[in-house]
């Protein structure tokens, strides 16, 4: 369980602050993803990053801003934020080629919490 | 765009019996790939199991087996002698196969418990 690592693991912030979340992988991979958990909800992909490239952005909105600076590490950083945002933030990665073989890793997430 | 069904919020089950999580889905592709993660309370989620659509057969993993109707869009997961360690919230997913696809589109999630 160490090969996707996530900080923090619980964050709670105000609607003004700014903070980032971390993600790192251990594995080698070359690409990594954002997702958002919510209640009740389906886990929505977020962001994709292939090779350090944002290669998708599946419509989130600019409170949420993505970084990659390697292949191992993956950013969030948040500004503004809403109560609805208060998710589950999961990161994972996989290697880029395709296959069956490219299953994603997942992290354990950090749980945020926008007061 | 593909959209994964999961009827059932909540299962529950007796140690050591069976139990089989429900999962539907819709794609007007013909060949994909199909998973089942695991996420166990506060723990990371892992692959349970997957599923190509060009393999008639069915999956399986250990005590961990699907039945895959592709006409029906159906991919069930059975878990056979379940343990309390199977405990979880289940998750099915559906994934391209077309070249690059790397989405991963979820059902809305089976929250397992295991009674002993």
């Known amino acids: 369980e160490t090969g996707v690592t996530q900080t923090p693991r619980h964050l709670v912030m105000g609607m003004t602050n700014k903070k980032s979340l971390k993600c790192e992988q251990h594995l080698g991979h070359n690409a990594m993803y954002w997702y958002k958990q919510s209640a009740k909800k389906p886990l929505e992909l977020m962001f994709v990053y292939n090779f350090k490239e944002q290669t998708e952005n599946n419509s989130v909105p600019s409170r949420f801003s993505p970084e990659c600076p390697n292949s191992s590490h993956l950013f969030l950083h948040l500004h503004t934020l809403q109560p609805e945002d208060s998710a589950l933030y999961l990161c994972?990665?996989?290697?880029?080629?395709?296959?069956?073989?490219?299953?994603?890793?997942f992290g354990p997430g950090t749980r945020l919490t926008v007061t | 765009a593909q959209t994964v069904t999961q009827s059932q919020p909540e299962m529950s089950v007796q140690e050591a019996e069976t139990v089989t999580l429900s999962c539907t889905y819709d794609t007007s592709e013909s060949d994909y790939y199909l998973f089942w993660y695991k996420q166990p309370p506060s723990r990371q989620m892992i692959l349970v199991i997957r599923q190509e659509a060009y393999k008639q057969q069915n999956a399986t993993e250990n005590r961990f087996s699907v039945n895959f109707q592709k006409a029906a869009k159906s991919f069930s997961l059975k878990i056979s002698d379940s343990q309390l360690g199977d405990a979880a919230m289940y998750f099915c997913?559906?994934?391209?196969?077309?070249?690059?696809?790397?989405?991963?589109?979820f059902g809305q999630g089976t929250r397992l418990t295991i009674n002993p």
């Open positions: 994972a990665s996989s290697q880029r080629s395709g296959g069956p073989q490219m299953e994603q890793y």
């Open positions: 997913a559906y994934r391209s196969v077309i070249q690059g696809a790397q989405k991963l589109v």
